[in-house]
């Protein structure tokens, strides 16, 4: 059952009250059929994403405009580029499994810029999150390119990712659409939950020759 704008509207207010990252009375929730717009201001980047997460997890959602201000608390230190700069090539030398030494970073104005290459989608997606929570982050531009090590043709990676949809249990295979077009991910299609499409993109990350996803799976 569509739910209705008015509904839709308190189910993401109510999950942003709830969630405890997120200082929800400092927000504004627009909803025009199924479009989101988030507006108002933040405390951290973190916090700014995680809004837009609490959103995306409610059911009929299909487009979500993040217009979330990041204002950091006048009591925190002042950070400056240089210090957040070397903050994230630390994070990236000690970061463990994933080699980010290929990688270039730049900050402006707290605004950070990366770029280089990785083998891998998971491992693109990952650079970008170590950067999330580091005080002093206003936005991230994510600009690294996946190089896999391996090439694969596209259809073995869209028969991996089918797998891996019927393995879970929560994904109807025969109510989504998986096309890959030179290692780019489409998805397309209807899922029965915010979880189960959520799922879907992060198994689309995880498949070995995926370069980018796009997850346009609609939960109806």
Do not use: C
């Amino acid at each position: 059952m569509v739910i209705g704008s008015e509904e839709m509207k308190k189910n993401i207010v109510d999950q942003l009250y709830w969630d405890d990252r997120v200082d929800a009375s400092r927000l504004k929730v627009e909803v025009v059929d199924s479009k989101v717009v988030l507006s108002g201001v933040v405390q951290s980047f973190s916090a700014r994403r995680a809004a837009e997460i609490d959103a995306s997890m409610i059911p009929d959602v299909s487009v979500i405009e993040n217009r979330l201000a990041v204002e950091f608390p006048p009591a925190l230190p002042a950070v400056t580029d240089e210090e957040l700069k070397s903050r994230i090539e630390k994070i990236y030398l000690w970061s463990g499994n994933i080699d980010f030494s290929a990688l270039g970073v730049s900050v402006e104005a707290g605004h950070v810029t990366l770029e280089g290459n990785l083998d891998a989608f998971w491992e693109k997606m990952r650079a970008e999150d170590l950067v999330y929570d580091l005080l002093g982050v206003l936005s991230v531009t994510n600009a690294i390119t996946v190089v896999p090590s391996e090439s694969l043709p596209d259809m073995a990676i869209a028969d991996d990712i089918a797998a891996a949809f019927r393995r879970t249990g929560e994904i109807d295979i025969n109510t989504v659409d998986i096309s890959v077009q030179d290692g780019i991910v489409y998805l397309a299609g209807t899922v029965l939950s915010p979880s189960a499409r959520h799922m879907a993109g992060n198994i689309a990350w995880h498949t070995a020759g995926v370069i980018d996803v796009r997850n346009d799976l609609i939960v109806s």
